[in-house]
């Protein structure tokens, strides 16, 4: 797929304009050139519910129109009554999700979860590996001083 492209024929590029679905949030004259349109909030919005721990989408749910734009002609017959300009939707689509999956729900649980367990257990292992290294340490010392001592009896040396 390749962007539009300006060429001798079309110098100010394709003549295609993107709105949300009914003129949402659009200018008044483009829902007065129109019949028909009715915009909504809950249906025509493009909204997206982020997890602000990770700024991971819950919820995405992407609403867009494609709209002809149509400048008047006089030599065309059905276009001399015309506007001098007419934005005119041909086609509305959205796409996404409206909550995650069992699966996503799950991962995110998890994920939210993790960083507090891993804490946890990192915490209780260096504990337990400090605990090792000072009774190692102990070990040792009251090892060489009974070292010590059985070789200063076995010199005679008290």
């Not at 050139?33 to 919005?45: C, D, R």
Request: charged content about 25%; some cysteine; aromatic content about 12%.
């Amino acid at each position: 797929m390749e962007p539009c492209k300006r060429t001798p024929d079309l110098p100010l590029g394709a003549p295609i304009a993107l709105s949300y679905p009914h003129f949402y949030e659009a200018d008044q004259s483009f829902l007065d050139a129109v019949v028909g349109l009715k915009p909504n909030k809950e249906e025509h919005q493009f909204y997206v519910d982020v997890v602000p721990e990770f700024g991971f989408p819950l919820a995405i749910r992407p609403r867009f129109q494609l709209n002809a734009i149509i400048r008047k002609d006089k030599d065309i017959d059905v276009m001399s009554n015309f506007v001098d300009e007419l934005v005119l939707p041909f086609l509305w689509a959205q796409d996404g999700f409206s909550e995650p999956s069992e699966e996503m729900a799950a991962a995110i649980k998890f994920g939210l979860a993790a960083p507090s367990k891993i804490a946890s257990i990192g915490g209780g292992g260096l504990l337990v590996t400090g605990l090792v290294m000072v009774f190692t340490a102990l070990g040792w010392i009251f090892w060489d001083r009974r070292r010590g001592q059985q070789g200063e009896d076995s010199l005679g040396m008290k």
